[in-house]
C-alpha cells in the first residue's frame, strides 16, 4: 500500500532556510500537498504540486518533486518563528478520494 | 468562498456517555467530507468519508459512527465512549469529482477528553 515517510523534527535558526523532506511509495501519485498544523488547530493546506512538475514557487515557499526517488521537498525561505509547526506532506493517486499523509515533521525556529 | 466550521472546539464527556460532532460546509455543493483522528502522535487516522449524502464510507471499525444528513453537514456520532475515544478530531471537504485537483480543506478541529 501507499507509505509517505517524513522526518520527525527540524531545527532551524531564524532567518534561515528550512528544507523539509518527504519520500512516497505510490509510483501512480499525482497530487501531492504540503499541510502546515499550528498547535491546537487544524492543517492549512500550504501549496500542491502536480507529478508531471518538477518544482513550484509561491512566495517563500519552494517545492521541489523528483518523480525518479518519489522525493518531495518543501523550503522555506527565511524562516520566521511563525513559521513554527508541524508539516505534513500528503500524496494521491489519480482516481482516488483518499490521500495518504505523512506523520508530520515538526520544525522549530528558533532565534 | 468556501469556509468549514466545526463544533464544539473541545469537549471533556465522561466514559459510557453519547458523542456528536458537527460539522458544515459553506459556499460550495456536493462536497466530498471527511473525518479524521489525530492521536498524540501526530499521525492523521481516516475515519469515514463521504461522497454523497447517505453514502458515509468506514475506513476502520471502532465505536463511532458517521451521518450525511444533509449535503454539507457531517455528523460524527458514539452511543458510549471509550477511553480510547481520546483524541484530536478533525473534520476536512474537498471538491467533487476524482478529475480535479482536490486538495483536502480542513475545519478547526475538536479537542475530545474521555474520563
Known amino acids: 500500500g501507499e507509505d509517505v515517510e517524513q522526518s520527525l523534527f527540524l531545527s532551524v535558526r531564524e532567518g534561515d532556510s528550512s528544507v523539509i523532506n518527504c519520500t512516497y511509495t505510490?509510483?501512480?501519485?499525482?497530487?501531492l500537498y504540503w499541510y502546515k498544523q499550528e498547535p491546537g488547530a487544524g492543517l492549512q493546506l500550504l501549496t500542491y504540486?502536480?507529478?508531471?512538475?518538477d518544482m513550484k514557487q509561491d512566495q517563500r515557499l519552494t517545492v521541489l518533486l523528483n518523480k525518479k526517488d518519489k522525493h518531495l521537498s518543501l523550503r522555506i525561505a527565511d524562516t520566521q518563528t511563525g513559521d513554527s509547526a508541524i508539516y505534513f506532506c500528503?500524496?494521491?493517486?489519480?482516481?482516488?478520494?483518499?490521500?495518504?499523509f505523512g506523520r508530520g515533521t515538526s520544525l522549530i525556529v528558533h532565534p | 468562498s468556501q469556509t468549514i466550521h466545526q463544533w464544539p472546539a473541545t469537549l471533556v464527556q465522561p466514559v459510557g456517555s453519547p458523542l456528536s460532532l458537527e460539522c458544515t460546509v459553506e459556499?460550495?455543493?456536493?462536497?466530498?467530507l471527511y473525518w479524521y483522528r489525530q492521536a498524540a502522535g501526530r499521525g492523521l487516522q481516516l475515519l469515514f468519508y463521504?461522497?454523497?449524502?447517505?453514502?458515509i464510507s468506514s475506513e476502520v471499525p471502532q465505536n463511532l459512527s458517521a451521518s450525511r444528513p444533509q449535503d454539507r453537514q457531517f455528523i460524527l456520532s458514539s452511543k458510549k465512549l471509550l477511553l480510547s475515544d481520546s483524541g484530536f478530531y478533525l473534520c476536512?471537504?474537498?471538491?467533487?469529482?476524482?478529475?480535479?485537483?482536490?486538495?483536502?480543506?480542513f475545519g478547526d478541529g475538536t479537542r475530545l477528553s474521555i474520563l
Open positions: 505510490d509510483s501512480s501519485s499525482t497530487y
Open positions: 476536512a471537504w474537498s471538491l467533487s469529482g476524482q478529475g480535479s485537483v482536490l486538495p483536502q480543506h
Open positions: 459556499g460550495t455543493s456536493n462536497p466530498n
Open positions: 500528503a500524496e494521491r493517486a489519480g482516481g482516488s478520494y483518499i490521500p495518504t
Open positions: 463521504s461522497v454523497g449524502i447517505g453514502q
Open positions: 504540486i502536480f507529478s508531471n512538475m
